[in-house]
């Protein structure tokens, strides 16, 4: 399906790289109500990026130590070696660890936790091939945000610091997300980022300076360690979008804030209406799950709440239309309308804070989180006065709808069976090429009870059955600071599951535990799935792939084989 609209197709990249922020900023695609266009515009057109307070993501010296100078200069001497002689994103281990990611040396420390087979995925840049499926989902999505009054944004470099990735946006030191087991650490003060709010501070200074611009769009790959299925990978892609509207100079400020509450009001008029059964259960917002910020005036909050709302649900149908209209007339009446409903939710960055789920194949599936943004946040990047909302999705889960793609590791193929299949500027649905063999093999291994080990199955009562934190971390070990051993923790297999062998898993699961009475020792059993999607895989293949997992497992983590 073509993605046609009225009029001319605005599209045009700004080249520009914004040294400071590593932020580059594009113009987007026009969205009229129904329809786009699949024309491009060739034009380049560069613009500054405002160097304001916030620091580089490197602004802290990751070699940088507290020892002597003997150890100073045999750091600095593994840092020149490393920029000289390291190979791009391999890590180089001599008298130090180390690795060179996209050109910027690092040495890593007792902290890091980040592995060849992660960093050769760093710099793959999938939103930027225009016939990838990612890259026409994210055009798609930037062009319901227009140019000139939303910026886009793609950052290129995923190395940031602790500080921007988490204690710029209010994450309390303990949070899981922190953990070691949730994300992935180059050193202690740098990381692969998590969110691409890690660039948040820089985005919103870049609208200070603005006349006609009050939003942004950033496009970035962010990092996680995960379990391993069809619907996750340990790199995906993320957009979240912004919009803020400040207060008029020159005025008093009670004039100055009615102009703006009526101007938000004008605004939310002019909102393209749409034809979704919408169910709304968060128009109500209490002091305990989704409080209003006290500097915010309850009847302009609303209006930036229904501004929100309206926005995101254009994008939705939008995104519904796309994938209906790809399809087969027989196919498109079996399509069934939208239904959508928009829910509580809680984010550290916004309050009252939203998700919004759709109705898809018998079951209510989230597709993005948002909210009114903190009001420290936009102070801090010097938007005092102002009130905004923002929003976050990861794309894959859109391509994934839009393209009808089964298996999360097929947007990494290199196939061209695979790539040959997508063009810019059209939605088609994916044609499988073939459906190769499953190859089954369980691990199974005892753990020591303590701290205590994470799993997802049995009673979360127990006191044998382990913790594991909401967001994926490992309650016993939040930090990545604390110095206490770390408990087993089920995205530990995962991430030697994916050392080993890469992309030719389909699968990870825990089907099997017990405590023995007596020690008080965890078994747990995992069956991992192998299977390529390019190829068959051997049964001398498999069983060398599965004897390194084994290794690599008793190895790594003293675990004891059953």
Not at 108 to 115: G, H, L, P, W
Not at 225 to 231: H, K, P, Q
Not at 331 to 353: C, H, N, V
Request: hydrophobic share 40%; charged share 25%; with cysteine.
């Amino acid at each position: 399906m073509h993605l046609l609209r009225t009029g001319a197709f605005l599209r045009a990249a700004r080249s520009a790289e914004l040294a400071v922020h590593g932020l580059r900023a594009s113009v987007p695609a026009s969205c009229s109500q129904s329809r786009w266009s699949s024309s491009q515009v060739a034009a380049e057109e560069q613009r500054p990026f405002p160097n304001q307070s916030v620091e580089p993501s490197r602004e802290v010296d990751p070699n940088k130590t507290a020892a002597g100078s003997k150890e100073d200069s045999v750091q600095a001497d593994f840092k020149k070696r490393l920029q000289k002689l390291g190979q791009e994103n391999k890590i180089l281990h001599e008298n130090l660890s180390g690795a060179k990611i996209l050109g910027n040396p690092y040495i890593f420390d007792e902290t890091s936790n980040v592995s060849d087979s992660i960093l050769n995925l760093v710099g793959r840049n999938l939103y930027d091939i225009p016939d990838h499926p990612i890259a026409i989902t994210r055009n798609l999505i930037e062009s319901c945000f227009p140019f000139p009054e939303f910026n886009h944004f793609t950052v290129k470099d995923p190395v940031v610091t602790v500080k921007d990735n988490f204690d710029v946006l209010g994450f309390p030191a303990d949070h899981p997300g922190r953990s070691r087991t949730d994300t992935y650490y180059v050193n202690s003060n740098h990381l692969l980022r998590t969110h691409t709010s890690a660039h948040q501070h820089a985005a919103f200074q870049s609208l200070v300076a603005e006349k006609y611009v009050t939003g942004y769009t950033i496009c970035a790959d962010v990092y996680r360690r995960d379990s391993i299925d069809r619907t996750h990978f340990p790199v995906f892609h993320q957009m979240e979008g912004a919009k803020v509207w400040g207060l008029g100079a020159g005025e008093s400020r009670f004039l100055a804030q009615t102009a703006r509450t009526a101007k938000i009001a004008k605004q939310l008029d002019a909102l393209p209406k749409t034809d979704i059964e919408v169910e709304d259960q968060a128009t109500v917002f209490s002091k305990e799950n989704n409080p209003i910020q006290s500097e915010h005036d309850p009847v302009e909050l609303q209006l930036v709440v229904k501004h929100l709302k309206r926005s995101l649900e254009f994008l939705v149908e939008q995104i519904h239309k796309a994938a209906k209209e790809s399809l087969d007339p027989a196919a498109r009446e079996a399509f069934g309308p939208l239904k959508m409903r928009w829910i509580e939710a809680y984010f550290p960055f916004t309050t009252p804070s939203f998700e919004v789920e759709v109705f898809w194949k018998g079951e209510w599936l989230e597709l993005l989180g948002c909210g009114v943004v903190q009001q420290p946040i936009l102070n801090n990047a010097g938007l005092r006065y102002s009130i905004g909302w923002a929003w976050g999705v990861g794309i894959e889960r859109f391509a994934m709808l839009l393209f009808g793609i089964p298996d999360i590791r097929l947007l990494w193929s290199t196939d061209k069976r695979f790539l040959g299949q997508f063009s810019r500027g059209k939605i088609t649905r994916f044609e499988p090429f073939s459906k190769y063999p499953a190859c089954y093999k369980d691990i199974a291994f005892w753990i020591n009870p303590s701290p205590a080990g994470a799993s997802p199955v049995g009673a979360a009562s127990s006191a044998t059955s382990g913790v594991a934190a909401a967001a994926g971390g490992d309650a016993t070990k939040a930090s990545p600071a604390e110095t206490q051993p770390a408990a087993f923790h089920e995205n530990d297999i995962m991430e030697v599951v994916r050392d080993v062998a890469g992309s030719l898993v389909e699968d990870v699961k825990l089907v099997d535990e017990f405590v023995q009475p007596t020690s008080g020792r965890k078994s747990l059993c995992y069956r991992i799935n192998y299977r390529s999607l390019e190829r068959t895989l051997t049964n001398e293949e498999v069983n060398r792939l599965h004897d390194e997992v084994a290794a690599k497992m008793k190895s790594r983590f003293k675990v004891e084989l059953r």
